[in-house]
């Protein structure tokens, strides 16, 4: 039951929250709202506000809609008519200059968005994000040839000048350049802090989706996540947590020995006595504390520890910051994907449909709040950004269908607009199936 209780709040939300977008905008501008549902089909609860607006819960929960009072659905019904005031009547969708719908259409993905930068922030707030470095590896497997100047041990910090601090920014970088002949260009840090560049040569870079996988491997040479040795977390009730060290503390020694990765510090401490000193980095300052170590028991063999956890953490006006950059990042992404699948450059096995969302809601879910939280604001994102694309039953669709009205000064005729809609169900329901048909192979 996890499954179907964690798809129905993540979707609840994800649909809620764009809904309202739409809805918030429409009232500010005067539209008369008739119906504001989550979910569609049948209605199984309702329940009307003093404006004479419809709240409502549908049957399905894949998707919702906020019904706005529109001359084409008088025209198709002219029995939504009983019962409306003289206000109501004067405040139809098309009565509104065309900048005003357009806001109401921008609405929607725009929630979206603000939704994802909110997840975001509260994520970052509230959790330790552990910092890697990108170590080079070249073993016999490597395929890289002679003429590049790296080492195993230099650090990949930048793929075409966008910073690489995890797997996961690694990967998505990788991946944007699917389908790319010619030269990718990487960014390194020496041994002893040097940096350069190199422009690696690839041909057709990624074009079989069993390399997509695990895009890393596909430069020519293996990729080790190394943790950085920041603090990230200092464990109550232990020594360590009165020695004065930090949150956000840089460790650049114990006992005198220098520490370049978080791993380090455990071969020093190993056979360090019950006190060590442990140099850090502090807002550009050098500081010295003595730390007892504590002891526990690791399959019935006594061994030291400190009690801190690897990452850094950020302030609210920090994560605020990092939760707008990681949403435009995550929508520059997203359309470089759109466009890669439709190129045929990007394998459409990522693409999931509703069964997909179950199964990743549920397996979040159990993982921890973060991770839910996590694909919550993905989704959002997925759902903003799917809903700008161009397709006239989407918020892009009528946004291009306004210009193309603004540029004709006067509407498009109904038999065409009646064509376009048609085309644009057909689209998205074409999209749909082969998603649902793309969740059920993973299962055979």
């Known amino acids: 039951m996890i499954y179907f209780f964690s798809a129905i709040v993540l979707l609840g939300v994800l649909i809620t929250i764009h809904e309202f977008g739409h809805f918030i905008v429409a009232r500010y501008f005067g539209v008369y709202v008739q119906r504001f549902s989550i979910g569609m089909g049948p209605v199984f609860y309702k329940k009307h506000d003093k404006q004479g607006t419809e709240f409502a819960l549908s049957a399905l929960p894949l998707g919702g809609y906020v019904a706005m009072l529109s001359d084409r659905a008088i025209a198709e019904d002219e029995s939504i008519l009983d019962g409306l005031s003289k206000e109501q009547l004067a405040n139809t969708f098309e009565s509104k200059p065309k900048w005003q719908r357009a806001l109401i259409m921008l609405a929607g993905p725009v929630a979206n968005f603000l939704l994802a930068i909110l997840v975001f922030a509260i994520i970052y707030s509230n959790s330790v994000e552990r910092q890697f470095d990108a170590t080079v ?35 998505l970088e990788l991946l944007s350049h699917s389908g790319k002949s010619g030269f990718i260009n990487l960014g390194f840090k020496d041994t002893v802090g040097n940096k350069f560049e190199e422009a690696i040569e690839v041909n057709n870079f990624l074009s079989d989706e069993s390399e997509q996988i695990n895009p890393e491997n596909a430069l020519g040479f293996s990729i080790d996540l190394k943790l950085r040795p920041y603090i990230g977390q200092i464990a109550d009730g232990l020594p360590v947590a009165s020695s004065g060290l930090q949150v956000n503390d840089l460790i650049l020694s114990v006992e005198s020995q220098p520490i370049k990765y978080f791993d380090d510090i455990r071969e020093v401490i190993a056979s360090s006595r019950s006190v ?81 969302i179950v199964q990743m809601a549920g397996d979040t879910a159990k993982a921890g709040i973060i991770p839910f939280l996590y694909l919550m604001a993905l989704l959002s994102i997925s759902l903003g950004v799917l809903n700008l694309l161009p397709i006239p039953v989407l918020d892009g669709g009528q946004l291009v269908l306004l210009g193309v009205e603004a540029i004709n000064r006067g509407p498009i005729p109904e038999k065409v607009e009646n064509v376009i809609y048609s085309g644009g169900w057909a689209l998205v329901m074409l999209l749909m199936f082969f998603a649902i048909f793309n969740d059920i192979s993973r299962f055979f």
Do not use: A, C, W
């Open 276 to 356: 060590i000193q442990i140099e850090v980095l502090r807002d550009s300052q050098r500081l010295y504390f003595d730390v007892e170590l504590s002891k526990r028991l690791v399959e019935g063999v006594e061994q030291n520890y400190i009690g801190i956890v690897p990452g850094t953490r950020l302030n609210i006006i920090e994560s605020i910051v990092k939760g707008v950059k990681e949403t435009y990042n995550m929508s520059y992404k997203t359309i470089t994907f759109i466009g890669k699948m439709l190129s045929g450059n990007l394998g459409t096995q990522n693409l999931s449909g509703p069964i997909g």
């Open 137 to 171: 590896v070249l073993n016999e497997t490597s395929k890289i040839e002679n003429q590049y100047t790296f080492e195993g041990g230099d650090v990949l910090e930048f793929i075409e000048g966008k910073k690489i601090n995890n797997l996961q920014d690694l990967r």
